[in-house]
């Protein structure tokens, strides 16, 4: 099946700091996306980017998939950006999960 | 997007007895899936809720641990039955919302503890 690997597994920034999360997959996928989970539990959908590129404020993302990754920039930081990044891709409704990235703000 | 709720939000039980979450949606959905998150771990794929049918479970799950029901296109739930402090856990319940998009939403999740 397909493996995904994110990096880096913990990332530790002070608030202003931009940082570049990474999303390897090992096949080819037509469905990727980026969610966020908050130190409370929620995810929330940031991108649905199989491929090309979206900005929505200052997160950005960027997949390239004929080379199997996909990254998510995060500009000027704040202390509600932490919690944990998740990468989930597929080849139809179903997800397979990156471990995460842990992204901690410190004020 | 799909606004979706879960009940209980969280719950703590004992072991050996049974919990079901209830995941509602505001508007019809072509596909419910329920999840299971260990602490610090990521995302695991427990079924796909099929409307009207048995649910189509994943590897490593079954039925009789993980009944599941969805008797219309809004709503689904997931039974934890005969729990163990092991399925100590966060259940989510997710849609995609409309056909030929394979975009998928969450609910806020149900927060298990079994002691």
């Known amino acids: 099946g397909i493996q995904v690997e994110q990096s880096p597994p913990d990332l530790i920034l002070q608030e202003g700091a931009n940082s570049t999360l990474r999303c390897n997959f090992s096949?080819?996928?037509?469905?990727l996306q980026w969610f966020h989970q908050n130190p409370w539990g929620q995810l929330i959908n940031l991108f649905y980017?199989?491929?090309?590129?979206k900005q929505n404020g200052r997160l950005s993302a960027t997949t390239v998939a004929t080379e199997r990754y996909s990254l998510l920039y995060i500009s000027s930081s704040q202390t509600t950006d932490s919690g944990v990044y998740f990468c989930?891709?597929?080849?139809?409704?179903?997800?397979?999960w990156g471990a995460g990235t842990k992204l901690i703000i410190k004020p | 997007s799909a606004v979706i709720s879960q009940k209980p939000s969280r719950d703590i039980c004992q072991r050996g007895t049974s919990l079901t979450i209830q995941c509602q949606v505001d508007?019809?959905?072509?596909?419910m899936f329920w999840y299971r998150q260990q602490p610090g771990q990521s995302l695991t794929l427990i079924a796909t809720a099929n409307q009207g049918s048995e649910a189509t479970y994943e590897s490593g799950f079954v039925i009789d641990k993980f009944p599941i029901s969805r008797p219309n296109l809004t709503f689904s739930t997931l039974t934890v039955s005969n729990m163990s402090p092991e399925d100590s856990s966060i259940y989510l319940c997710?849609?995609?919302?409309?056909?030929?998009?394979?975009?998928?939403?969450f609910g806020p999740g149900t927060r298990l503890t079994v002691t």
């Open positions: 508007s019809q959905v072509t596909m």
């Open positions: 997710s849609v995609v919302p409309g056909t030929g998009a394979y975009e998928q939403y």
């Open positions: 980017i199989p491929s090309g590129t």
């Open positions: 096949d080819s996928v037509n469905n």
């Open positions: 989930a891709v597929g080849s139809n409704y179903q997800l397979i």
